[in-house]
C-alpha cells in the first residue's frame, strides 16, 4: 500500500539500526516479553536529530543550487546524467557524515536498553499492533543523557523472530530481470499511452485509455511480479519452519537483533 | 480464558506452535475485505489516472496573468508598428523635401522655372509607393497574427469548456469524497463507541455455559446495536444523497452559464487584441501625377539621376527601419510563444489535484488501517495472543490471525 513506502527516513534509520545484529541465532521458545518496539519518529524529535536535519536541509538547499546552476550548462544527457549523479553522492557522503554518529549513538544505546530488558529483538513501532515492550523512552533519556551510550557486554538473546534483507533478494538474476522487464514494460505502456492520449477529444475516450493501460499493467503485473512474491515467500516460510521461528520480517521494519535468515532463503531460491 | 470461547469464524486459525502468544496479521489482505476498500481502490485508480493525464498533452487556460503579459506583448508590437510607420512617414516626407529642393536647384541652374508642384508629386508618387508596399508588408504581418488569434480563440473556447466540466466533476467528486468521509467517520465513531459493549457481547455468545434464551437475547442485544448503527449511517447516506443530487442541478446550470459567460469574455479580449493590433496603414501618397515632359533631355536626364538617387537613399533607410521592425516583431512573437508554452505547464493543476487525492488517499487509509488494527486488538484478546506483528513477509509457527480478523472485518459489511 501506498502509506506504507513514504516513510523513508525511518526506513533508513532502521537499515541503519539493523546493522548491529551480532551472533549467530539459536531458536528459543518464544516469549511475548522479548520482542520491543522503538518509535523512530519519536527519536527524530532529539534536539541532536533535529539540529542534524537542519544542518542537511541547508546543505541540500546549497548543493540544490549549484546543480541547476551546472545543469544548465550541461551539454548533453549524459552530462546531466553524471551531475546529478555526482550530487546524490555528495548528499549522501555528508548524511553519513551528519547522522552516522548519531545513528552509532542510538544503536548503541537501542542495544543497551534491550540487553537490560532481556530483549531478544526490537522492531519498528508501526508494525507492532498488539502488545511488545515499547522501549522509546529508555532509549530516548540514555541518548539525553550525558555522556555517550555504553555498549552491551553481551550478545542479544536468539529470538524466534527473523529477518531477511530483501535487498539481497532483489540482486537475484532471476528478480533483476523481472523488474527490468516489468519497468519497460511500464515505459512503453506510458509512451503508447503518450501518442493514444494525443488524437483523444471526449473524456470517455481518455478514461477508457487509462482503463486498459492499468489493466495491461497488472495483468503484466500477475505475470512477472507475482509468481517471483509468492516464490519468495514460500522459499522464506520453509527456512522459517525449519528454524522454529515464529515470523520473519523485512529488515528494513527491523531496529535490533532477530534472526537473519537471509542467506537461508537465497540458497532456497537460487535452487529452485 | 478466552482463548476457544470464540465464535466458529474466528477458530479457523489454530496456534502453529509456540506458547501461541506471538500472532500476526497481513494488513494488505485485511484493507482489502475492509468495507471502505472499494473507495480507496477508486482513489487510487483517480491517482494513476492523474498520473497518466500528466503524460498527456496540457490544456491551456486564460488566466488573468497570461491575459495582461499578453496585453502587454500585443501593445509592443502595435507600439513598433507604429513607430516604424511614423518613421517611413518622416523620412518619405523628408527626402522628398531634400529631393524636390534638388530638383528645384537643378531646373534653376538650367533657367527653368521651379516646377515644385509637379516634379514634387512625382517624387511623392514614387515614394510613396514605396510607403505602400512596407505598409503593405506590416498588414500582412497584422493579418497573419488575426489569423493566430482567431486559430487560438477557437482552441481557448474549447479548453474553457473543458476546463468548467473538468471543475464540475471535481467539485462533485470531491463533494461526495467529503460525504463518504463523514458517513465513514460517523461509522467509525459508532463502532468505536460500541466497541466494549459488543466485545462483551460476543464473548458472553461464546460462553458455552449460557442457555439457549439467554443466548437468543444476547443475540438480539448484539443485532439491535448493530442495526442501531447501520440506521443512524443509512438516514446519513439518504440524506447525502439528496444533497449530492441538488449540487449536480445547481453545478451544471452554473457550468452552462459559466461557459457562455467565459467564451464571450474569451472572443471580446481577442476581439479587443485584433482591434489593437489592427492599426490602419500611413496613408500613400497617391500614385502618379504630372511628368515634367517638356525639359531638355540633359536636364531630364539629371532630374531623372536625381529622383534615382534620393530613391534608393530612401529605400536603403526604409529598408534598415523595416529589419529592425522585422526583428523586433519576431521577438515578440517568440515570447509570445513561450509565454504560451509557459502557461500550458503551469496551468496544469493537476499537481495540486494529485497532492489532495494523495491527501484523501493516505487519511482514508489511515482510517482504515486503524480499525483493522481495533479488530485485530479484538480477536487477539480472544485467541489469547500477547503479541501481535504486521507487515510480515514469510508465515512461521506463530498464529496467524489474518482469517480471523478478515472474517471480522468482514462481518462490518453486514
Known sequence: MRLRTSRAYRLALAVLLAAVTLGSPRVLAADTTDIGFLDQGALANLQSFQNANRQMASFRANLQKEFVNRARKARSQQDQAKLANDFQTQLANEQRRVFGPLFAAAQTAVASVASSKGLSVVVDKRIIIVGGQDVTKNVMDLLSSPGSPVPPVSTPPPSTVGWVDQTQIDQLDQFKNAQQQFLKFGQDERASVQDKLKGVKTDSDRNKIYAEYQKAIDDQRAKIVTPLVDQTRAAIEQVAKKKGLLLVIDRSNLIFGGTDVTSDVLAVLKKS | ?414
Not at chain 2, 471502505?36 to 491551456?60: F, K, M, W
Not at chain 2, 464571450?264 to 493590433?277: D, F
Not at chain 2, 489511515?366 to 479488530?375: A, P
Open chain 2, 1 to 414: 480464558m478466552l482463548a476457544g470461547c470464540t465464535k466458529p469464524a474466528q477458530q479457523t486459525a489454530a496456534p502453529a506452535g509456540g506458547e501461541g502468544k506471538v500472532g500476526y496479521v497481513d494488513i494488505d489482505a485485511l484493507v482489502r475485505v475492509h468495507p471502505l476498500y472499494p473507495q480507496l481502490a477508486q482513489t487510487e485508480r483517480s491517482i494513476d489516472a492523474l498520473n497518466l493525464r500528466s503524460l498527456g498533452p496540457g490544456v491551456g487556460s486564460t488566466g488573468s496573468s497570461l491575459a495582461s503579459q499578453d496585453a502587454e506583448l500585443q501593445k509592443e508590437l502595435t507600439d513598433a508598428s507604429n513607430r516604424t510607420r511614423q518613421i517611413l512617414s518622416e523620412r518619405q516626407t523628408e527626402y522628398q523635401r531634400e529631393e524636390t529642393a534638388a530638383i528645384n536647384a537643378a531646373l534653376a541652374a538650367g533657367g527653368h522655372a521651379a516646377a515644385s508642384s509637379s516634379v514634387g508629386a512625382n517624387v511623392g508618387a514614387t515614394t510613396g509607393k514605396q510607403v505602400g508596399n512596407v505598409n503593405a508588408e506590416m498588414n500582412r504581418d497584422v493579418a497573419a497574427y488575426r489569423r493566430t488569434l482567431s486559430s487560438q480563440e477557437q482552441q481557448q473556447e474549447k479548453s474553457y469548456e473543458h476546463a468548467v466540466s473538468d471543475r464540475v466533476n471535481r467539485q462533485m467528486l470531491a463533494k461526495a469524497n467529503e460525504l463518504q468521509n463523514k458517513e465513514s467517520t460517523l461509522e467509525l465513531q459508532l463502532q468505536t463507541k460500541d466497541a466494549s459493549e459488543r466485545l462483551e457481547l460476543r464473548t458472553r455468545l461464546g460462553n458455552l455455559a449460557l442457555d439457549q434464551s439467554a443466548r437468543e437475547q444476547v443475540k438480539a442485544q448484539l443485532d439491535a446495536l448493530d442495526k442501531s448503527e447501520s440506521d443512524q449511517v443509512a438516514a446519513m447516506r439518504n440524506r447525502d444523497q439528496q444533497t449530492l443530487a441538488q449540487l449536480r442541478a445547481q453545478l451544471r446550470g452554473q457550468a452552462q452559464s459559466d461557459v457562455n459567460s467565459g467564451v464571450a469574455k474569451i472572443r471580446a479580449q481577442n476581439g479587443a487584441k485584433q482591434g489593437s493590433a489592427g492599426g490602419g496603414t500611413t496613408g500613400a501618397a497617391p500614385a502618379g501625377g504630372v511628368a515634367a515632359t517638356n525639359l531638355p533631355p540633359d536636364l531630364k536626364a539629371k532630374i531623372d539621376a536625381l529622383h534615382k538617387e534620393y530613391q534608393a537613399r530612401y529605400a536603403h533607410d526604409a529598408s534598415a527601419t523595416i529589419a529592425q521592425f522585422t526583428k523586433t516583431r519576431d521577438d515578440l512573437q517568440k515570447r509570445y510563444n513561450e509565454l504560451h508554452a509557459v502557461d500550458s505547464g503551469a496551468n496544469s493543476s493537476l499537481s495540486k489535484e494529485l497532492a489532495a487525492l494523495q491527501a484523501q488517499h493516505d487519511q482514508l487509509y489511515s482510517e482504515i488501517v486503524d480499525q483493522i488494527e481495533r479488530e485485530v486488538r479484538i480477536v487477539a484478546q480472544i485467541k489469547g495472543v500477547t503479541t501481535v506483528v504486521s507487515d510480515v513477509i514469510g508465515d512461521g509457527s506463530g498464529v496467524d490471525l489474518t482469517q480471523a480478523a478478515k472474517k471480522e472485518i468482514e462481518s462490518l459489511h453486514e
